[in-house]
Each structure stands twice: as C-alpha cells, then as structure tokens.
C-alpha cells in the first residue's frame, strides 16, 4: 500500500506561482516514475508531468516552460514548481505513481487562478 498527500494549493493570481508537494509513504521502496495530474472544472483528468526515478522530467505541451517537477527521495516526495499561471490552469491536482502494477492517487489539491 502507498499513501499520498498533496498539498500547496489555493487562489492566486494570473501570473503568480505556487508550488505544489506530493508526499508518500508506506510501500514507497518500488516508486519509480511520479507524476501530476489535473482535472479542471467538466474536464477529464490530464497528464501534466512525469519525473522518472532517474531524474528525467517530461511535460504536457500546456505547462512546458512554466511548470517544474522536482523530487526529494530523502523525503519522499514529488513538487510541482507552476510559475506564471494562467486561468485555464485551474483544476485540482493529484499526484499519482504505480507500484508493482497497481495505480495510487492522492486526494487532490485545489488550485484556482484568477484573471
């Protein structure tokens, strides 16, 4: 079993930032691969980014070179850097890793930006 608390949400700004954390634990020894999801308001639930365990980071098209995922294994813990936001990122985010074939999710954080 993994648990996994996000946490870093709340209303800005356009422009503004926030950063994001995604806390695991319990069987975390086999994550490999973190990501974040987000789902906006009458929207599927989308990729947002990935950061292996290696280190090597992707990102959807919408967030590349505003968004950074980062991680602390000591910590356990994935981040999400958004930088300059835009209404359309509104959405709750959830972080989510497979481990031994088995998909976790977060509870989500609710980030709301404002025009």
């Known amino acids: 079993q993994v648990q996994l608390v996000e946490s870093g949400g709340g209303l800005v700004q356009g422009g503004e930032s926030l950063r994001l954390s995604c806390a695991a634990s319990?069987?975390?020894?086999?994550?490999?691969?973190m990501d974040w999801y987000r789902q906006g308001p009458g929207n599927q639930r989308e990729w947002v980014a990935t950061?292996?365990?290696?280190?090597?980071?992707n990102y959807a098209d919408a967030v590349r070179d505003r968004f950074t995922i980062s991680r602390d294994n000591a910590k356990n813990t994935v981040y999400l850097q958004m930088n300059s936001l835009k209404p359309e990122d509104t959405a709750v985010y959830y972080c989510?890793?497979?481990?031994?074939?088995?998909?976790?999710w977060g509870q989500g954080t609710q980030v709301t930006v404002s025009s």
């Open positions: 989510r890793v497979i481990v031994m074939g088995r998909i976790y």
């Open positions: 319990g069987s975390i020894s086999s994550i490999t691969n």
């Open positions: 950061i292996t365990g290696g280190g090597n980071r």
